[in-house]
Structure formats: C-alpha cells, structure tokens
C-alpha cells in the first residue's frame, strides 16, 4: 500500500504560479511511477503529467506543456508539480496517483490516488 497525501492548492491569479506537493508513504516510493491529474466541476478527471520511477522520463498534456514540470524526490519520499503561467482553465482539483505500470496517461493504470487539493485560478 502507498498513502499519498497532496498539499499546496490555494486561490492565485492568472498568470501566477503554484507548486504542489505529494508526500508518500509506505511501500517503496521509487518503485512507482507518479502521475498527477485533475478535475474540473462537471468534466472527468484528466491526465496532467507523469513521471517515471527514477525522474528521468517526463510526460506531459499538450494543455500544460511549457508551464508545469513535474519532478520527484525519491529520498524525501516527495511528488512535486510547479505551476507557471496559470490560465483559469487550469483550475480544477488536483490528484496525484502511483502506478505499479509505468508513468502513463491512463487514469486506469494508477493504483494509488491522493484526496485531492483544490487549486483556483482567478481571472
């Protein structure tokens, strides 16, 4: 089992930036590849970025390429996504999810899954 807990969403205007966080706990965090994905009121949770289990493969939406980077931190156990040039589009709540597969853009292919954290953008 792998508990992810995120952290970091808050209201921020357009054009600002924000860093999520994702502690894990549990089994092996470097045996996971890491994913974070979003959902917005009344649309399906969405793909958003991914890594691999060393950090050295990076994936990302077509939606958020050149404003997020996702990164990791094996030995404090951390996920991280860095937020740039933040559009109300991007608001949504925020998950980050482990899988035992690969980093993919499949919701179906993570078996672990935080509770979310909300980021707001405002216009």
């Known amino acids: 089992q792998v508990q992810l807990v995120e952290s970091g969403g808050r209201l921020v205007q357009a054009g600002g930036s924000l860093r999520l966080s994702c502690a894990a706990s549990g089994r092996t965090f470097s045996s996971f590849a890491m994913g974070w994905f979003r959902q917005a009121p009344g649309k399906e949770r969405e793909f958003v970025t991914a890594?691999?289990?060393?950090?050295?493969?990076?994936y990302y939406a077509d939606s958020v390429k050149g404003r997020f980077t996702i990164s990791r931190d094996n030995a404090k156990n951390m996920l991280y996504l860095q937020m740039n040039s933040l559009k109300p589009e991007d608001t949504a709540v925020y998950y980050c999810a482990g899988s035992g597969i690969g980093p993919g853009r499949d919701l179906a292919g993570y078996d672990y899954w935080g509770q979310g954290t909300q980021v707001t953008v405002s216009s």
């Open positions: 890594i691999s289990r060393s950090g050295s493969s990076t």
